[in-house]
Nanobody, 123 residues
Framework: QVQLVESGGGLVQAGGSLRLSCAAS????????VGWFRQAPGKERDFVAA????????YYADSVKGRFTISRDNGKNTVYLQMNSLKPEDTAVYYCAADAHIGVITARGGDYWGQGTQVTVSS
């Protein structure tokens, strides 16, 4: 079993950048594909990005392509989400999720979730 903790959220102006981190403990993160999801108030949780166990494959929602980059450092047991050119519509709670299969991540999330970190983008 793996425990996930997100960090790096905050308040930023439109056009700014943030880097989110998803730190794992309990098991080595290289066992898992990891994804980022977000949920805005009153809306469903949406897929944002995913990365395979050793980073060879990445996937992005159309709404963030070209602005967000997912990466991982298995030596640090951490996955990152670099978010550039932020827009007010990116405002949400961001969650990371882990699963042994990246297809599960992109379809519905994973077996393991963090508690989320708030990202607020002001206009």
């Amino acid at each position: 079993q793996v425990q996930l903790v997100e960090s790096g959220g905050g308040l930023v102006q439109a056009g700014g950048s943030l880097r989110l981190s998803c730190a794992a403990s309990g098991r080595t993160l290289s066992t898992y594909a990891v994804g980022w999801f977000r949920q805005a108030p009153g809306k469903e949780r949406d897929f944002v990005a995913a990365i395979s166990q050793f980073g060879g494959n990445t996937y992005y929602a159309d709404s963030v392509k070209g602005r967000f980059t997912i990466s991982r450092d298995n030596g640090k047991n951490t996955v990152y989400l670099q978010m550039n050119s932020l827009k007010p519509e990116d405002t949400a709670v961001y969650y990371c999720a882990a699963d042994a299969h990246i297809g599960v991540i992109t379809a519905r999330g994973g077996d393991y979730w963090g508690q989320g970190t708030q990202v607020t983008v002001s206009s």
